[in-house]
């Protein structure tokens, strides 16, 4: 079966966003090079392969402020994608998007984002914009395969919380 991208429903699909293993693996990590005008994102091979697991609670968390989202359903969730349009600069933010890892490699991040990127456009946002670690270089990797490109960094973004990542932001015109 297919999977059918849909709005997510916040009570009837928690559950199943709950249950997507936010997990992946990597093998190198983006050290972030800054110049006084230049930001540049350097692999960097680890010793060995690292995965890396992401807090899949904090989709539903208090602070999370997305209003809208899109699940890829066959029967079951096989990914999700959340946003939150900010009107004062055209920014549609993604908040999340993860698909579970025997359901990558199939088109639903592609499709999910046709959705987030439809959505922005309806709601007048001028791009997308995203954050994520330097650790997630698979997740980069696939994005710029979609158009995504970086825009900025923090190197102090994520305190105690993930000591030693820097955010990284992404964004892709609409």
């Known amino acids: 079966m297919a999977a059918t991208i849909r709005p997510l429903d916040r009570a009837r699909d928690r559950a199943?966003?709950?249950a997507i293993d936010t997990g992946f693996e990597t093998d190198a990590v983006f050290e972030l090079v800054a110049s006084p005008r230049a930001l540049e994102l350097v692999p960097r091979p680890l010793p060995a392969p690292q995965t890396k697991r992401y807090a899949i609670d904090e989709v539903f968390a208090p602070w999370a402020r997305w209003d809208t989202g899109w699940v890829a359903d066959d029967g079951a969730i096989r990914g999700f994608a959340?946003?939150?349009?900010?009107?004062?600069?055209a920014r549609l933010v993604l908040w999340f998007l993860y698909i579970d890892p025997p359901a990558r490699r199939q088109g639903l991040g592609r499709a999910l984002l046709a959705a987030v990127e439809a959505h922005g456009r309806a709601v007048g946002a001028s791009h997308v914009w995203l954050e994520t670690s330097n650790v997630n270089v698979p997740g980069v990797a696939a994005y710029e395969r979609l158009g995504y490109a970086l825009c900025g960094a923090d190197a102090l973004y994520y305190g105690d919380y993930m000591p030693g990542e820097t955010a990284i932001y992404l964004a892709k015109r609409l």
């Open 16 to 18: 199943g966003v709950l």
């Open 82 to 89: 959340t946003v939150a349009y900010e009107p004062w600069h």
